[in-house]
């Protein structure tokens, strides 16, 4: 049994690279995994929904067919979505409200589909309707609301 110890003790001892190569093969298989993980969990593919104030009334939700409304986009979205707000023609103004589900983005986009930075570029948003008594967007968890310009407020913006 002391024979058969020492040599196991003795093989452990001349190959400690090997076992350093396992945990290190190990270590990199995990942090690729967890990183996979990370950027798509549960390999879910989120949607993108696009809402614009001058957008004709048979809009689908698509870039090219935006809806109307940002009720049509809650009805129609899931936790995770993006929903776009793009600029109206002639600077209309987007009124209504919205409660955005748990992950979901609320993003302004100018013309050329990049995030509206410049404010005289932002999406004009209110909510004169009873939707919400007023509130524009009512968050759930995780969520992120940019490139908006709130006005006209009758009630809180967010």
């Known amino acids: 049994m002391d024979q058969f110890s020492m040599s196991s003790q ?39 929904y696009y809402v614009s104030a001058s957008a004709a009334a048979s809009g689908d939700g698509s870039q090219n067919r935006p809806f109307t409304s940002l009720q049509k986009a809650e ?16 600077g209309d103004v ?29 999406i004009k948003l209110t909510n004169t309707t ?7 967007v009512q968050l759930a968890d995780h ?3 940019a490139g908006i310009h709130f006005m006209d407020m009758s009630n809180y913006a967010i």
């Open 10 to 48: 003795h093989q452990i001892w001349h190959y400690p690279l090997t076992i350093f190569s396992i945990c290190a093969l190990i270590g990199i298989s995990l942090a690729i995994s967890s990183q996979s993980f990370s950027q798509n969990p549960g390999s879910v593919a989120f949607n993108s």
């Open 94 to 122: 987007l009124n209504g409200g919205i409660v955005l589900k748990p992950g979901q983005k609320l993003i302004g986009i100018d013309a050329e589909g990049n995030f509206a930075e410049d404010t005289e570029k932002r």
């Open 143 to 145: 969520n992120e609301v």
């Open 75 to 90: 009805a129609v979205s899931s936790n995770g979505d993006i929903i776009y707000l793009l600029p109206a023609d002639g």
């Open 130 to 136: 009873s939707t919400l008594n007023g509130v524009m």
